[in-house]
């Protein structure tokens, strides 16, 4: 019966504050001397675990330590998997961007909003261009118009320094690109079709 595991738990005999409250398998509870707490454990062939040593008493469990720490992974790796983490992609355009430039930077744009992550366009303004932003303004305006079916504005614009800032977010109800999936097989028609060309040729 281990003593001490490795992540801190005082179990078995690592136990020595006394009394402790036991919570038994039927969920009833009782105050009792460590001793004999421990002494049921081994009688049924399991660990005294201590689950609460902040409460007055300590709260223990009468359980099987492998299986319950088992268990612990099993919920904080669910746990981890239901989190959903957003990835925030960063582009970059100018108010002289040429259409082909301007283009591509789009179509970057759309693939990470289809795929769920989120994007911050920044307007970068460089010396003269500073007096010429209505430019600028206009190019991004054009950019939320073309990506309005795969993405949300999500902050109302603003300028930091000399960069006027976006951030968009996937358009709500609208399942990411990785979901979408092909047919399996090919359709019966087509399929069927294939078949007869092959006969055709065979004869």
């Known amino acids: 019966m281990p003593n001490r595991p490795a992540d801190g738990t005082r179990i078995n005999e690592a136990i020595h504050i006394s009394p402790v409250r036991v919570i038994k398998d039927d969920g009833t509870q009782e105050i009792i001397d460590t001793r004999k707490a421990l002494q049921m454990a081994k009688n049924a062939g ?5 689950v609460s040593p902040n409460a007055k008493p300590p709260v223990c469990r009468i359980i099987n330590y492998s299986k319950y720490k088992f268990e612990q992974a099993k919920k904080a790796k669910a746990a981890k998997a239901k989190q959903h983490v957003v990835k925030l992609k960063e582009i970059k355009m100018h108010p002289k961007t040429a259409e082909n430039d301007y ?18 366009l ?12 209505d430019y600028g303004r206009r190019l991004m305006e054009r950019a939320k118009e073309d990506l309005g079916d795969v993405g949300e504005l999500e902050t109302d614009s603003r300028m930091e320094g000399n960069t006027l800032l976006y951030i968009y977010g996937p358009r709500r109800g609208a399942a990411p690109k990785a979901a979408q999936q092909k047919p399996a097989t090919e359709p019966k028609a087509a399929g069927e079709a294939k078949q007869q060309t092959q006969e055709v040729n065979n004869a």
């Open 46 to 50: 399991l660990d005294l675990v201590e």
């Open 122 to 133: 920044i307007m970068q303004f460089r010396g003269r261009e500073m007096a010429h932003m």
């Open 103 to 120: 283009l591509y930077r789009i179509k970057q744009m759309r693939g990470f909003l289809e795929s769920g992550m989120k994007v911050r």
